[in-house]
């Protein structure tokens, strides 16, 4: 049964940079017909797509966040990892790893996610 | 603002038949597949429905979704208490090149 497991700080200063990983198991990063990509969800509020990766590193991110984020994948250790700079307040959410089927057939494994809040 | 278009809030009682709607543009329902997900307080999203229509192993076929044109539904039959949870709807928008959700519905058994 694959699982996704994310893992990083739950608390980030303003004006820092967010870094997270998710961890695979029970299946290959390097699976064909697969991306890797993080959504959030602030408190209270709905899903937002953050980006995507393939393994070979293609990568795709939502345009308002692209300036700041960074989806990067290590076949060798099953994982990609999340980096979104210039953190404020607003970045504050539940960050969650999910597979993608062949990027448009939705995110079918889902991590359990991760609260991140933003504050000094 | 979403980018896709749900309503706020549904409800239904137990047995009863519920849909839930999702409006896009030509750039994303009217040119990709939809997806939705169901979301239990506390836990993470759960595909329910992939390329319009399709059921993931283990979803029962009490939920069904469609496509037409730039608009999509989620129907849910003999409704029950364990539904009760929020739903999304989400495609791929090829003027943004990313996934785009609708701001998702409350679903309340009543």
């Known amino acids: 049964q694959l699982q996704l497991q994310e893992s990083g700080p739950g608390l980030v200063k303003p004006s820092e940079t967010l870094s997270l990983t998710c961890t695979v198991s029970?299946?290959?990063?390097?699976?064909?017909?697969?991306?890797w990509g993080w959504i959030r969800q602030p408190p209270g509020k709905g899903l937002e797509w953050i980006g995507s990766?393939?393994?070979?590193?293609?990568?795709y991110y939502n345009p308002s966040l692209k300036s700041r984020v960074t989806i990067s994948v290590d076949t060798s250790k099953n994982q990609f990892s999340l980096k979104l700079s210039s953190v404020t307040a607003a970045d504050t959410a539940v960050y969650y790893c999910?597979?993608?089927?062949?990027?448009?057939?939705?995110?079918?494994?889902w991590g359990q996610g991760t609260l991140v809040t933003v504050s000094s | 603002q979403s980018v896709l278009t749900q309503p706020p809030s549904a409800s239904g009682t137990p047995g009863q038949r519920v849909t839930i709607s999702c409006s896009g543009s030509?750039?994303?329902?009217?040119?990709?597949?939809v997806n939705w997900y169901q979301q239990l307080p506390g836990t993470a999203p759960k595909l329910l429905i992939y390329?319009?229509?399709q059921r993931p192993s283990g979803v029962p076929d009490r939920f069904s979704g469609s496509k037409s044109g730039t608009s999509a539904s989620l129907a849910i039959s003999g409704l029950q208490s364990e539904d009760e949870a929020d739903y999304y709807c989400?495609?791929?928008?090829?003027?943004?090149?990313?996934?785009?959700f609708g701001g998702g519905t409350k679903l309340t058994v009543l």
């Open positions: 999910a597979r993608q089927q062949q990027l448009v057939q939705g995110e079918d494994y």
């Open positions: 029970g299946g290959s990063i390097s699976s064909s017909s697969y991306y």
């Open positions: 990766i393939y393994y070979s590193g293609i990568t």
């Open positions: 030509s750039s994303n329902i009217g040119s990709n597949t």
């Open positions: 390329s319009n229509n």
């Open positions: 989400a495609a791929w928008d090829d003027s943004l090149n990313g996934e785009v």
